[in-house]
């Protein structure tokens, strides 16, 4: 899988006092007023303000060492019982994510565990709104997915990008695209690492017919799905579908032609060869 997409949830509070620092621009703002304002607050607003802290030195990339500092601050002052556990949920995930950019991967499994535990039971027990529990949750999913990806644990990883697939779908979170290019790298990597082709083939025609309806038959898009298409089917032993899904991949006419394509008609042409010149150009 090991695509990084950080969808998270906004850390907001009403309280007058912590105004300044939740509505500061820059993470060098919140720091400067995090400084003054800390040895005033108390456990509940000191877990907000950390939390506000880590997630815009996450946003602006700054070092990671620094806030997990601030994510550890808040996971310890806010109250995961109660009605901040969504918070306490992004401290875990965002403390997971820490980890794995530093390559700690004990610890970045142990939080992101910690994370989706908790999310199932706040969608259970009603503890925050749905849409802000799916968009952790898919996070969660999405991060656990690199972190198996980086240990080599494939199905795992497969495991996360489906979930995480699944939830996007329920959302529509995503437009159209964007969620033919989430079926389409799932599809591909299901039949590249796991060589299953019965659950990447749904998906893979999912992907295409989306971008037909959007870009017409004769698009970049529909070519490399075409492509994987193609794969999908050779490795069912379908090879007949197979060539002429590389067939129609070949024959895309676009102004544009760029190595993707050119790769397809070699893919097409081995095929070819593989299969014993079953059909000749």
Excluded: W
């Amino acid at each position: 899988m090991g695509k990084t997409r950080r969808r998270l949830i906004g850390v907001s509070c009403t309280k007058p006092h912590l105004e300044p620092i939740m509505s500061a621009k820059t993470a060098e703002e919140m720091l400067a007023l995090f400084q003054d304002m800390e040895a005033s607050l108390d456990e509940t607003d000191l877990g907000f303000a950390s939390m506000k802290v880590a997630t815009q030195l996450q946003q602006e990339g700054k070092d990671p060492e620094q806030a997990l500092s601030f994510a550890h601050k808040a996971l310890k002052n806010l109250d995961e019982e109660g009605e901040h556990a969504i918070l306490v949920s992004l401290a875990l995930h965002l403390i997971g994510c820490f980890n794995l950019n530093l390559e700690r991967y004990d610890d970045s499994l142990e939080y992101l565990t910690r994370a989706e535990r908790l999310l199932g039971r706040i969608e259970k027990e009603g503890l925050a709104k749905v849409e802000d529990i799916r968009t952790m949750m898919r996070s969660v999913y999405d991060e656990l997915a690199n972190l198996n990806t980086s240990l080599g644990r494939v199905d795992e990883a497969l495991d996360s990008g489906k979930k995480s697939l699944e939830i996007l779908e329920m959302t529509g979170e995503m437009g159209r695209m964007e969620l033919a290019e989430e079926y389409r790298t799932l599809a591909n990597a299901l039949l590249r690492v796991s060589n299953n082709f019965k659950e990447a083939l749904p998906l893979g025609l999912k992907a295409l017919e989306i971008h037909k309806e959007e870009l017409g038959d004769d698009s970049v898009e529909v070519a490399h799905d075409r492509k994987i298409l193609g794969a999908i089917y050779s490795s069912a032993g379908e090879h007949s579908k197979a060539l002429e899904q590389f067939e129609l991949s070949r024959k895309v006419k676009h102004c544009r032609l760029n190595s993707e394509l050119i790769s397809v008609e070699m893919d097409a042409a081995e095929m070819q060869i593989s299969l014993g010149n079953m059909m000749r150009p």
